[in-house]
């Protein structure tokens, strides 16, 4: 796997993990040309991996890695996913050097790429506005905090990415946030400010200048970009004699 970018993510990147914490991986790796032309690994391809088993709970030694081919960040990008979007933004979590070409995309994919698809983080949160809500009516204290908490991130990541072009992690509110998964806040209180939040993002991204969709030809120049340039014509050789 020709690895591109990788970062660390889930609460280490937001501010907010404990002791106990797992460790969440993400990344951006480019197949092989070979590989994809001969039928053995998909262009739009993700790769995971964790050292538990499937149904196994995660606790602080647990390792969750998520690898997604060039051509498949840059799809999830356009359909604004919230993992991908994030790692625009989380260089300073890089776990290794990255050199120029990804350098551009992180400076430059933001234009093109973030749209008004964002609104996915609002559907998110909504989601969890949900779960909330009904973990609160049966008493399932902790997912009703977890929800809460997730969706209130959301909310605050997606209006600052329309404010600002960006959103920097750690999370400026990572202590807030923290206070909400934790049970440290009045739960009702909180659960209105998520809904309204929700509702001001909504405002927030329909009143923007952000595009409908993004820019997939930014995406495909990139690709191919990197297939004519970075094509290692001895790791062929190497692979194959």
Known sequence: MNLLY??????????????D???????????????V??????????????????NEKSDKNTI????????????LLSKGDIG????????NFA??????FVKEILDY????????KIVSFVNCANNNIKNAEKSANVNDINIRNKSLYNAVRLNME??????????????????????????????????????????????????SNLSDTANMGYAYRDIEYYYRNEFDIMTFVSEYD
């Open 6 to 19: 990788e970062v660390v993510h889930g609460s280490h990147l937001y501010g907010t993990n404990t002791s």
């Open 21 to 35: 914490s797992d460790l969440d991986i993400k990344g951006v790796y480019a197949p092989y040309s070979y590989d």
């Open 37 to 54: 032309l001969c039928g053995e690994e998909p262009a739009l391809n993700v790769i995971s991996k964790a050292n538990k088993r499937i």
């Open 64 to 75: 969750e890695r998520k690898y997604y081919s060039l051509a498949k960040f840059y799809h």
């Open 84 to 91: 991908c979007t994030e790692m625009l933004f989380a260089r």
């Open 95 to 100: 776990t290794q050097k990255f050199d120029n």
């Open 109 to 116: 994919a933001p234009r093109y790429m973030i749209s008004k």
């Open 158 to 207: 997606v209006q600052e990415l329309v404010n600002t072009g960006k959103i920097k992690f750690p999370l400026t509110d990572r202590e807030y946030l923290l206070n909400i998964r934790n049970g440290n806040v009045d739960y009702q209180e909180t659960f209105n400010k998520a809904k309204l939040m929700s509702e001001q993002s909504i405002n927030l991204i329909n009143d």
